[in-house]
């Protein structure tokens, strides 16, 4: 079966760091991506990474603080988030897209998600 877990939420204090961790199994994805959504919001996408780490991208409201990494050989992807702000509260999903080519940026291209973990960042 396929399945993305990820881990590593959590509560923690403005200006903290923290580390989010997705193991995928049952699948090799061409992409990887994390994703977040707010209560009431809508999804959004954080970052992303290719295969080979080459190609990321990442959203303006997270440049220079997050980065997000492969693990090829473990089949996992992470996501490090320093100086984290209060508007980062937000449940983080793990996708991946079996695809090439695209708008990788986009909700529908993802085929498979995890079911998300809780970070949340106090004032």
């Known amino acids: 079966q396929v399945q993305l877990v990820e881990s590593g939420g959590g509560l923690v204090q403005a200006g903290a760091s923290l580390r989010v961790s997705c193991a995928a199994s049952g699948r090799t994805f061409s992409t990887l991506a994390w994703f977040r959504q707010a209560p009431g919001k809508e999804r959004e996408i954080v970052a992303a990474?290719?295969?080979?780490?080459?190609?990321?991208f990442y959203a303006n409201f997270v440049k220079g603080r997050f980065t997000i990494s492969r693990d090829n050989a473990k089949n996992t992807v992470v996501l490090q988030m320093n100086s984290l702000k209060p508007e980062d509260t937000a449940v983080y999903y793990c996708?991946?897209?079996?695809?090439?080519?695209?708008?990788?940026?986009?909700?529908?291209?993802?085929?498979?998600w995890g079911q998300g973990t809780q970070v949340t960042v106090s004032s």
């Open positions: 990474s290719s295969w080979s780490g080459a190609s990321t």
């Open positions: 996708a991946g897209r079996l695809g090439i080519g695209g708008n990788w940026r986009a909700r529908d291209e993802y085929d498979y």
